[in-house]
């Protein structure tokens, strides 16, 4: 709901008319007996990457596959307490998990990160381009530093990240590779012309490789959430709504999973159709 002041609402705020559509589970600690329980284990015995996911929606992506059986890596970039913290709840899906700290725009921690997947797991199967940089800057105050540090995190990241997992994937004849995005990269936002290359330049890697990698069973998607946190009208979007992280969850299993196997080189809006391709 508009807070009245053009600021934005919490999470809290706007679900507080969602109705039936506020009942919908949040993904959290899994209860007692969760591995037989919830969603079809669409993923089971799959192991899955995701990068930034030791927090916030990153957080609920991990989770959403671990419900449903993957096996899981729970990356975050300093805060090692949040990643574990993470893989512990993963954990009690019945699944294993390796919490692990990388800066996905560094080369070699992107190398150590895959080789010790690969040691504990044997394989990767699933690799979800998360982690980002959203950093603020008008062009004409913008350093060169801000924008190399967009594109590392951004695209750097993807194009480190991915090339370092197809090899495993094209000897398994099977990978999923989801990039995320924003809506912001789409309609554009003052101060974020950085941050908008970047994640374009991912989106056209996205489409590149949908092309290269399919002959091997590897699909190549990208997907852009809506507004998940906060969002100034949430009126103005067409469910009335921000978005449940288990809905976004939802999306990200459904792309990592057998159920997908047709499907690649596209883009997925997962916004309340507040932008509509």
């Known amino acids: 709901m508009d807070s009245g002041n053009g ?13 039936a559509a506020a009942a919908i589970p949040l993904v959290g600690p899994a209860p007692e007996g969760a591995p037989l329980d919830g969603p ?30 993957a096996d899981v890596v729970v990356n ?25 700290l990388a800066d996905v725009g560094i ?15 044997g394989r990767i199967d699933i690799l979800i381009n998360n982690a980002a940089y959203r950093g ?37 004849n099977y990978g999923r590779i989801i990039t995320v995005s924003g809506l912001n ?9 950085h941050v908008c290359a970047s994640k374009m330049g991912a989106m056209g890697m996205t489409r590149a490789l949908a092309s290269e990698l399919g002959r091997y069973n590897i699909l190549v998607n990208h997907v852009v959430p809506g507004a ?11 469910q009335r709504r921000i978005g449940l992280p288990e809905e976004l969850a939802n999306t990200y299993a459904f792309l990592s999973s057998e159920e997908c196997s047709y499907i690649t080189g596209q883009t997925f809006h997962v916004n309340g159709g507040e932008i509509r391709y």
């Open 76 to 100: 975050g970039r300093s805060n090692r307490e949040a990643a574990e913290a993470t893989a512990a709840e993963a954990e009690a899906f019945g699944v294993r998990a390796l919490p692990f």
């Open 228 to 238: 998940y946190v906060a969002h100034p009208n949430p009126q103005s979007i067409p």
């Open 40 to 69: 079809a284990r669409v993923v089971e015995g799959k192991v899955a990457l995701v990068t930034g996911s030791s927090r916030n929606l990153g957080r609920a992506t991990v989770l959403g596959l671990a419900r449903r059986g």
């Open 107 to 121: 080369e070699q921690q992107v190398s150590d990160m895959v080789e010790a997947t690969l040691d504990r797991f």
């Open 185 to 193: 990269s789409f309609h554009g936002r003052p101060g974020w012309a």
């Open 7 to 19: 600021k934005p609402v919490s999470r809290r705020t706007a679900l507080g008319s969602m109705g």
């Open 136 to 172: 603020s800057s008008l062009i004409t105050e913008m350093s060169t530093e801000d924008w190399r540090a967009s594109a590392a995190a951004n695209f750097d990241g993807p194009f480190f990240c991915t090339r370092a997992v197809v090899p495993g994937m094209i000897e398994n």
